[in-house]
């Protein structure tokens, strides 16, 4: 799951706020300055008419059933973009779509295309065309899952939503109860009819129709998060029609559409231990939260949640400003476990500051641009909170728990980890759920696909453990897991020439690593004083490695250039 919901703002600076509430991916609006593009002129059409868009890509919109057994019933416009593959269709190098998503769900695979997709293909020799798609509900698709009548009404609900950890007050819990139930409602009135088709299950026959729309028979995928329960689905659905899969960062999909969202936490607390210890291990001069051993680092940073708890600290920068109170502070930590290669320094140097008194820097790792009212006509509208949430109400058994039920499975779940505080809430919104849809997806997810799927996983992702990889493994006979022996979520959380090649093996010449020897370490330390990891057992059959510093450097930029981020 690559995020829980996180609030967050970004773009090139020049959109008033884009809010977005991740439950696992965090994705950008916006790429950089000046760079739009109309869809609304894009006129959905059954087959790809490719156009130019956003100075280096192309794009079009496919027009797919709403309802895929009963096509006359209206129509869905999905967004898609493209990085070209740099060899024409013709030569034997070209090897056709390779559909990546970034998870959510409510993520946007248009989005990730303009952050990463050149690094995608880079890294795979330019040899795909890299496809982004804003699956149905999401984005730029259509229809787009609205439970507001304009961004500000979305804005001041969010910012009511936004900084309750569970357990910050006795309130919060009671109130995201009340809560899950008005939003049961707005979701409710603002549909069209269209909402009950926006599933998990549709986009897979989604993926079928763009597959098939570019004249293929079998998908090619690389999915993020929950886009690999997205990839399990497809598998389920159509195991004949699978070309080559990578599920990387692998979520438990029975527990996904029991709509527990239980089993996600089972190595957070094992990703905070490699905070701590690699700050041990950096010294004083490498990690500014250092202490001489975890354990001392630990009750350090509690020592800190009770200090903003008694006293929330306030931050006055140049273009915002706010508090660093315990929920902030808990959603900062929590964030640096997805990126721990980019973010345990600053995390470290955060709470360094916060025990001097200064909140500038934790507040910076999680910052939301002030609000400004913004319903300008450019304005793009992000939904990724509204078709997030709708997306997993939707798939999810329904949630008919009690107040004292939920509070109950709250207090299970921290059991593995206190940060449950930030992430019961996926369920507790799903409470007060009113639109219903029928699920025909077969009741044991797995299948004999027509070729054998990639599982790749960090042996410590903070929101998709292990375990659950392994789990996957077992219901695709063939199916091989890769390990990655590093904190953070999803591979591309970390530079790996190891595990990069493995990926680019697989994806270029279908060939799966050795079952049995398949952890990959890390060519890189979590703080500059980290020794990097002793040494690097390439999997023992002899796979070409690439490690020289080019791709490093590629492997790299993709890492910076994926948005990952914590939920709210
Ligand atoms: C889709 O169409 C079929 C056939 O008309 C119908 O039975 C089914 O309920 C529809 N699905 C939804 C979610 O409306
Ligand atoms: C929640 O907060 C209370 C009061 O501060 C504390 O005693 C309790 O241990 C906390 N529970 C969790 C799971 O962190
Ligand atoms: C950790 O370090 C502290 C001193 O900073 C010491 O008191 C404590 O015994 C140490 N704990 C362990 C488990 O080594
Ligand atoms: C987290 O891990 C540490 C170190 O292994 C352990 O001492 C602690 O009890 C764990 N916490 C939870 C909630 O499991
Ligand atoms: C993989 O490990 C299993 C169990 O340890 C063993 O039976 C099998 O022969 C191994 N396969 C290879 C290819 O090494």
């Known amino acids: 799951m690559s995020k829980l919901l996180t609030v967050y703002a970004v773009g090139g600076g020049m959109l008033g ?74 030569s034997p190098s070209y090897q056709g779509p390779l559909i990546i998503n970034p998870g959510g769900p409510g993520g946007s695979g248009v989005s990730l295309v303009l952050r990463s997709g050149f690094h995608f293909s880079t890294i795979l020799d330019g040899r795909f065309d890299i496809i982004g798609l804003d699956p149905r509900g999401i984005g730029r698709s259509t229809p787009q899952v609205k439970f507001f009548g304009t961004y500000s009404e979305q804005a001041l609900w969010l910012d009511g939503e936004y900084p309750d950890a569970l357990n910050s007050s006795t309130e919060v819990l009671p109130r995201s109860i009340a809560r899950a139930q008005l939003m049961g409602h707005l979701a409710e009135d603002q549909d069209d009819g269209t909402l009950r088709h926006v599933t998990t299950e549709n986009i897979a026959r989604d993926m079928l129709s763009i597959a098939r729309a570019n004249g293929n028979d079998k998908l090619q995928y690389w999915g993020f998060s929950w886009g690999t329960i997205l990839g399990v689905v497809f598998a389920t659905l159509f195991p004949d029609h699978v070309g080559r899969m990578v599920l990387d960062g692998v979520i438990d999909a029975e527990d996904y559409y029991a709509t527990l969202w239980s089993n996600n936490l089972l190595d957070t607390n094992k990703t905070l231990q490699h905070f701590f210890q690699a700050c041990v291990d950096a010294g004083p001069t490498g990690c500014a939260f250092y202490a001489p051993n975890a354990t001392e680092i630990a009750s350090n940073l509690d020592r800190l949640y009770d200090m903003v708890k008694a006293q929330p600290v306030p931050v006055y920068q140049a273009r915002t400003y706010g508090l660093v109170d315990y929920s902030l502070l808990r959603r900062a930590v929590f964030t640096a476990l997805y990126s721990p290669f980019t973010m345990f320094e600053p995390l470290a140097q955060g709470l360094a500051d916060l025990k001097a008194g200064n909140g500038d820097t934790i507040y910076s790792l999680v910052n939301r641009p002030r609000f400004e009212c913004a319903d300008a006509e450019d304005f793009q509208y992000s939904n990724q909170y509204e078709s997030g949430t709708a997306l997993h109400c939707l798939d999810g058994d329904e949630v008919h728990d009690s107040p004292a039920e939920l509070r109950r499975f709250y207090e299970k779940m921290t059991e593995y980890t206190t940060l449950a505080e930030l992430w019961a809430v996926v369920r507790i919104r799903c409470s007060g759920w009113r639109v219903r849809t029928k699920r025909t997806l077969p009741t044991k997810f797995g299948g004999r696909t027509s070729s054998p799927l990639l599982l790749v996983s960090n042996t410590a992702d903070p929101v998709a453990p292990l375990w659950a990889a392994h789990k ?72 070409p490695l690439v490690t020289h510093d080019t791709y490093l450097n590629d492997i790299r930029r993709l890492r910076d250039s994926f948005p990952l981020a914590l939920p709210t």
Request: hydrophobic share 35%; charged share 15%.
């Open 472 to 543: 996957t493994s077992k219901w695709f006979p063939g199916s091989v897991v890769l390990m990655q022996d590093a904190p953070g979520h999803c591979s591309v959380s970390a530079v790996s020439s190891c595990t990069q090649s493995n990926i680019r093996e697989y994806l270029l010449n279908g060939n799966l690593p050795n079952a049995n020897a398949t952890v990959c370490a890390v060519d890189e330390g979590l703080f500059k004083g980290n020794k990097r990891r002793a040494d690097t057992e390439a999997p023992s059959q002899q796979l």
């Open 17 to 90: 706020l884009t809010l977005i509430l991740t439950v696992f991916a965090q994705c950008f609006w916006q790429t950089s300055q000046g760079d739009r593009f109309d869809w609304n002129s894009v006129k959905a059409t059954s087959t790809f008419r490719w156009q130019g868009c956003y100075k280096h890509y192309q794009c079009t919109r496919l027009k797919v059933p709403m309802n895929y057994t009963n096509p006359s019933s209206g129509w869905a416009g999905l967004a898609i973009i493209r990085v070209p593959s740099l060899f024409p269709t013709t």
